[in-house]
């Protein structure tokens, strides 16, 4: 069921769970309430990644993220967002210590902003703890393949599943977080074939980034998308607008208006009753 067809109410976590082979799922990153507007009434999902430690906060990874400025941001895409399912990243350090850490962390991210589920990093050395909080009540997205929150231990952002082994170990990831209740798993950066026998071999929806037009979903940073961060474009990233040279170009026209005085002109100001009068304000 597509984002403009549906009833009214937000996308449920069993319909995005439904689409598994259907009608692929539509998703992108939303960090700020006038994001979310614009991507509600387009998208199935909305994801508020980490990502955003990097894109928003200019951080080096996402690995400094906090679970305040999750929750921020999460409340924030939720006030602007009435359509899509909303899902909240669960940032480094905040699960990875025990299934019990991450039952904490994961309900008050639900609690505190109202969000469908959480999205964690990990494949089978997770699956217990996905096991646990889908039991418990909290949906999980899972994600593996290129994991960023992993970037020192895989040594840079490196797609995966290149050579037997590795495609064995992302199949068996994959498997694993299906078989212990995730309700959706992002794939990312992993070869295009590894990925597709990947969403033909597990019943969950499969979400690619930087994986194959096969997978049951497609998720980017919208800021990629949309030209408006250029620190580092992945191979994977394609730009459907140029915004930041846009931002560039008007905020250049802004500066120079207000440096030759042409703004702001009587339009912009109160109590001016003809051109260059001023009537007195009560
Ligand atoms: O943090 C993020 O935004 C993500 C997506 C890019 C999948 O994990």
């Known amino acids: 069921m597509s984002a403009t067809t549906r009833k009214q109410g937000r996308i449920t ?13 539509v998703c992108l990153t939303a960090y700020t309430t006038p994001m979310a507007q614009r991507l509600d009434e387009h998208c199935d999902l909305l994801l508020v990644g ?19 400025m999750m929750i921020n941001h999460g409340k924030a895409v939720m006030r602007g967002s009435s359509n899509a399912c909303v899902v909240v990243d669960l940032p480094f350090g905040s699960y990875q210590e025990s299934k019990e850490q991450a039952f904490r962390t994961a309900s008050r991210i639900l609690a ?15 699956a217990d703890t996905i096991a646990f909080l889908s039991q418990r009540g909290i949906p999980v997205v899972a994600h593996i393949g290129l994991m960023p929150q ?89 730009r459907y607008a140029n915004l930041g040279d846009q931002i560039s170009k008007a905020v250049e026209s802004y500066a120079t208006e207000v440096r030759t005085r042409q703004f702001p002109t009587d339009d ?9 009068k001023l009537r007195a304000v009560k």
Do not use: W
Not at 112 to 126: F, M, Q, S
């Open 13 to 25: 976590v069993p319909e995005i769970r439904a689409r598994k082979g259907a009608e692929p799922v």
């Open 50 to 68: 980490d990502s955003l430690g990097m894109v928003v906060y200019g951080m080096e990874s996402t690995l400094a993220v906090t679970v305040d």
């Open 112 to 126: 505190e902003t109202g969000c469908a589920g959480v999205k964690l990093e990990g494949g089978a050395e997770l």
């Open 150 to 238: 992993q970037v020192n231990t895989m040594g840079g952002f490196k797609s995966q599943g290149r050579g037997d082994d590795a495609a064995a170990k992302v199949l068996a990831d994959a498997k694993a977080v299906a078989q212990a209740g995730a309700f959706s798993v992002v794939v990312e950066g992993t070869v295009e074939a590894v990925a597709r026998r990947i969403t033909t071999e597990i019943d969950i929806p499969t979400i690619g980034i930087g994986a194959s037009v096969a997978c049951d979903g497609q998720v980017l940073v919208t800021e990629d998308i949309l030209g408006m961060f250029s620190d580092f474009t992945p191979k994977f990233v394609k």
């Open 268 to 276: 912009h100001c109160f109590g001016v009753t003809k051109p260059g």
